[in-house]
């Protein structure tokens, strides 16, 4: 089932972003953003066994999309320092 599912470029976060311009488009793609890296980074935790909820993951309102900006920072550090 899940192979059926569509890439995340074909996704509402990706092709919305499309439609808008300027500063619009801007801010959306920093939320979009975000939003993916916080994914990233849940999907990193999950490795010491803190498991994303499948039903979370698939519900409009993602764990992920809760969180603030203010941590990006240290989310980035974080897949920088997985992907070494």
């Known amino acids: 089932m899940a192979s059926r599912l569509p890439h995340f470029w074909e996704g509402?976060?990706?092709l919305y972003a499309e439609l808008l311009e300027g500063q619009e488009y801007?801010?959306?793609l920093?939320?979009?953003i975000y939003l993916?890296?916080?994914l990233i980074e849940m999907k990193i935790d999950s490795i010491?066994?803190?498991r994303i909820?499948?039903?979370d993951m698939l519900t409009i309102?993602?764990?992920c999309a809760e969180t603030g900006l203010e941590n990006?920072?240290?989310i980035i550090q974080k897949i920088a320092d997985f992907l070494a």
Do not use: A, H, Q
């Open 53 to 55: 909820n499948i039903v």
């Open 72 to 74: 990006k920072t240290e």
């Open 12 to 14: 509402r976060e990706i």
């Open 61 to 63: 309102n993602c764990p």
């Open 48 to 50: 010491d066994g803190k």
């Open 36 to 38: 993916f890296l916080s």
């Open 30 to 32: 920093k939320r979009s």
């Open 26 to 28: 801007i801010d959306y």
